[in-house]
Each structure stands twice: as C-alpha cells, then as structure tokens.
C-alpha cells in the first residue's frame, strides 16, 4: 500500500485502535523505506558557479563549431533554434538594459576514453539563448519587437558603435557548471526536468506581468469586464483555465477584433500583444466607461436574447474561442450598425444550424479569411443582410 492508500486506511479505522495502530506501524515503515530510497539514490553532483563574458562563451562555442570540435557544444537531444526574432531581440535588448539572466548550466564531459569529446563542456540548459548571441554577434539578426530601446529597430550587431559592442562582449552570464564525472544519463535527466519542472506560463499570464499590465486600459478595462458576473455565466470556464486567466484572454480578444480586425495577419499572439501595448499608451480615464460600456451592451443583448450564451449546450462548462469570437465580435459589430438592434429573425434558426456549427468548428480557426468569415456570419443574421 502506498502513502495515499494508507492514510485512507487510517482514516477509517479511527474507531478500531488496534487496526489503527497497526495501520500506524505501516506508515512508519514505508517513511523509512522511502527515507533510506532518498540516500541510496541520491548522486553525487558537485558543481561550480561561473560568470563568463560573452567573448568567452562565444569563443568556446564557435572556435571548431563547423567540425563539430568547439569546447562549448550542444547535445544531440536538444532542440533546434526556436526563438522568433521578437524573442530574441527582447533577450538581447535584455542584457543592453543590464537585466538578470537565468543561468546557464553546463557540464565538464569526463570522458578520457574518448579524447574527442573528454574535457569539452556541454549545454545542459541554455542553448537557445548562446545560439541567440552567436546569430546576432554574427549580423544573422536585426533587431525587431524591442520593449525600451525603440531606437535600435532594424539594427544588427555591426550597426552598433565599436564602443558598444566591445562593452556587448564584455558583458557577463552566469553558469552553474556540474563536475566530477556526470555521466550523460544524469545530464539528459537534468535537462528534461529542468524544461519540465515548471509550467509554462500561458500567454494571457504572461500578459499580466508586463508593463502594460500597469495601464489604465489592463487595470480599468481588461480586469474590470473579465470580473464582470453577466460574463462569467456567459462565458463560464474550468478552474484551470480561469487560473491561466482566461477570461481575460477572452475580453481582450473581444476589444482587440472589434477595433482592430483589419490589421489581423491570422496570428493571435502578437496581434493581441500589439492591441494591448497600443492601448495601454492611449487609453486614460475618461476612455474607461465607452469601452466598458460597448462591452456590457453587447453581453446584455447576448444575454437577453441567446440564453446559452457562448456555450454549445446547456450543460457545456467551457467556452470555444471560435464560438465565443463569433458570437461576441458579431454581436457588437451589429450593434455599432443599429443601437437599436432587433434580431432580424429568430436567432434560434441558425444558431443551432449545420452552417453555424461549421462556420465556427473549421480547422485553422485563426486564419484571416475564417475568422472574418464567423464574425460576420453573426453580424449579417442579426442584421438581415445578405451575406
């Protein structure tokens, strides 16, 4: 029996003292099985805290990169270079504002059998970020999407004054580097949980710790119509999604394509972050109440006349984006045609038809052409206008 199950146990032979503490001895026993499990597995790691320059770094990464000789090399079990441009200019603009950087871990391969590779080091976690610096001292990228330093758009590393970039180089990251003969086993284990020990922060999480978070349109607007109860059972959410902050994903979404929609290339993410950045420079207080008031119009008119809301059925505890986009952006993109709107025939007639279904379940659901599609489907039924 596990921990769990012994516990359960215990619980229910509360009234049985003798079951009880038999049930007690076996606790005991499994926490010093598990206690001596903890000191034969553990692994004798020791490891040393670097800070090397990023001349160094580079040097030890490029120096025989080609051959695959250079001292500072990556595995094979890692991945490819993911990083967009916008990630890793913010990463670049990052180190020039002088921001703390996640160490880097390494290990010193012990391997004397093997001259090739026994003394080289290898990038247990970091490679995305040494490959970064390698493109970019190298003018295989320019500068794009920075947050600060708006001025260095476009600029690759040689557009940069010498001063600069000698001072570039000489600036420092720090390492944690594992030694003492840690085999490639330990290393590959290191690495996977090191990428999966954390949950990976959802985009609207992301959101909330930036600076635009701070602005009158997150704070007043954003957070004020997320909170808003008629939303809430409209748009009614798991526990899990409501954590990654969905609900805000959903209201920016509803102001981002009701204002924006024509500036929409078919990727959510940085259509979004763009919306957001944007408003939260314009927007101030005397904003707040025409954009919480187009929103509360448009849930009201939801509400009143499509009693499901955004749900599928009446027992749906999730909202589809897809569903949700059309419904919501349609409905107030009618609303600016006719304050005054009455549903040109019953809503029920396609709401529940096999086009609508279609219209808001096709695949590559962010495309331009079908986003557009359902948003305006909506518009044009409430409407009565031909399509």
């Keep these: 029996m596990n921990m769990r199950e012994l516990r359960t146990a215990l619980e229910k032979s509360k009234n049985d003292e003798k079951q009880s503490i038999e049930i007690k001895g076996l606790i005991a026993s499994l926490a010093e099985k598990a206690e001596s499990k903890i000191r034969q597995s553990g692994r004798d790691l020791s490891y040393a805290t670097r800070e090397w320059s990023i001349e160094l770094i580079l040097g030890k990464y490029q120096e025989g990169l ?106 420092t990251l720090r390492l944690v580097e594992l030694k003492g003969g840690v085999d490639e086993d330990t290393r590959r284990d290191l690495f996977e949980r090191i990428n999966s020990g954390v949950k990976r922060l959802e985009a609207m999480e992301v959101r909330h710790g930036s ?28 526990t899990k999604k409501k954590a990654n902050a969905d609900h805000k994903e959903l209201v920016l979404r509803f102001f981002a394509y009701i204002n924006n929609l024509e500036n929409y290339k078919g990727y959510v993410k940085p259509f979004l972050d763009e919306y957001l950045d944007k408003q939260s420079e314009i927007v101030d207080s005397n904003d707040v109440n025409d954009f919480i008031g187009e929103f509360d119009r448009t849930m009201s008119f939801i509400k009143e006349n499509i009693p499901l809301g955004f749900r599928k059925t009446s027992n749906s505890k999730t909202t589809p984006r897809a569903r949700y986009e059309a419904i919501s952006v349609g409905t107030a993109l009618a609303l600016r045609e006719n304050p005054n709107l009455e549903p040109a025939e019953p809503i029920s007639n396609w709401i529940t038809s096999t086009e609508f279904q279609k219209i808001v379940g096709a695949d590559s659901a962010n495309n331009i052409s079908q986003l557009k599609a359902r948003v305006n489907f909506v518009k044009n039924k409430l409407l009565g206008e031909s399509e």
């Excluded at 808003?228 to 009614?236: D, G, K």
Aim: charged share 35%.
């Design 66 to 171: 080609e051959d695959d000789k250079n001292e500072m090399f990556i595995p094979d079990y890692q991945r490819d270079f993911k990083w967009e441009e916008k990630t890793t200019s913010r990463f670049i603009e990052s180190i020039l504002l002088d921001f703390p950087i996640p160490y880097l871990y390494i290990a010193d391969v012990d391997n004397p059998d093997d001259p090739e590779i026994d003394g080289r080091i290898e990038i247990i976690d970091g490679s995305q970020r040494v490959r970064a610096l390698h493109f970019f001292v190298n003018d295989q990228i320019e500068l794009t999407d920075l947050k600060e330093i708006k001025e260095l758009e476009g600029f690759k590393f040689s557009d940069l004054p010498a001063s600069r970039r000698r001072r570039f180089l000489r600036e």
């Design 211 to 238: 600076q635009a978070a701070n602005s009158i349109f997150y704070k007043d607007v954003i957070s004020s119509c997320a909170d808003s109860s008629i939303f809430s059972e409209l748009a009614p959410l798991s």
